[in-house]
T-cell receptor, first 114, second 111 residues
């Protein structure tokens, strides 16, 4: 079955530690995205990538970093510089970033900072 | 730039009753509109989308939405809800590269 996988489902981190969230897709999609979800705020875009070895900042990139070394993989690192990292993180992908293309979402990773 | 406002943060309804979830948008260019559903602790699933053509769009699980350009609205409706429709619903507008989401509406179905 084609789809998007995110791991782990739940992640606990101590303050001051960096942590990396995994996102893999086998849909052969060009574009991939990372969103952060907080209660009552909808989804906010962190980073997106249209092509391997290239990515752009979204609306809330500070304290996060990404890489896109392979078409199917787009890991997100939450660094110690992110002041309030506890949230639900969603990865998505689409054929292209062009007009009207639907984004497909993974099941999410819930990050809790202790 | 695009923006989306979902007018209700929570909507409680009784089972088998009709429901409407309201969404208004703003955009300086042609819009592409989406409704997604999110069940607890899961990702988002596409319900329906409007790209062009007929302003009444039918989606999965018996949902439909009507695009109203003059009122800049894209309200989601279902004539008879089921307990399994309990979820959070997100309206989104698409520009050239980014999908902009509303704050979400939590739909609660009471038996």
């Amino acid at each position: 079955d084609g789809g998007i996988t995110q791991s782990p489902k739940y992640l606990f981190r101590k303050e001051g530690q960096n942590v990396t969230l995994s996102c893999e897709q086998n849909l052969n999609h060009d574009a991939m995205y990372w969103y952060r979800q907080d209660p009552g705020q909808g989804l906010r875009l962190i980073y997106y990538s249209q092509i391997v070895n290239d990515f752009q900042k979204g609306d809330i990139a500070e304290g996060y970093s990404v890489s896109r070394e392979k078409k199917e993989s787009f890991p997100l690192t939450v660094t110690s510089a992110q002041k309030n990292p506890t949230a639900f993180y969603l990865c998505a992908s689409s054929i292209l970033t062009g007009w009207g293309n639907e984004q497909f979402f993974g099941p999410g990773t819930r990050l809790t900072v202790l | 730039a695009q923006s989306v406002t979902q007018l209700d943060s929570q909507v409680p309804v009784f089972e088998e009753a009709p429901v409407e979830l309201r969404c208004n948008y703003s955009s300086s260019v042609s819009v592409y509109l989406f409704w997604y559903v999110q069940y607890p602790n899961q990702g988002l699933q596409l319900l329906l989308k409007y790209l062009s053509g007929s302003t009444l769009v039918k989606g999965i699980n018996g949902f439909e939405a009507e695009f109203n350009k003059s009122q800049t609205s894209f309200h989601l409706r279902k004539p008879s809800v089921h307990i399994s429709d309990t979820a959070e619903y997100f309206c989104a507008v698409k520009g050239a590269q980014k999908l902009v989401f509303g704050q979400g509406t939590r739909l609660t179905i009471n038996p």
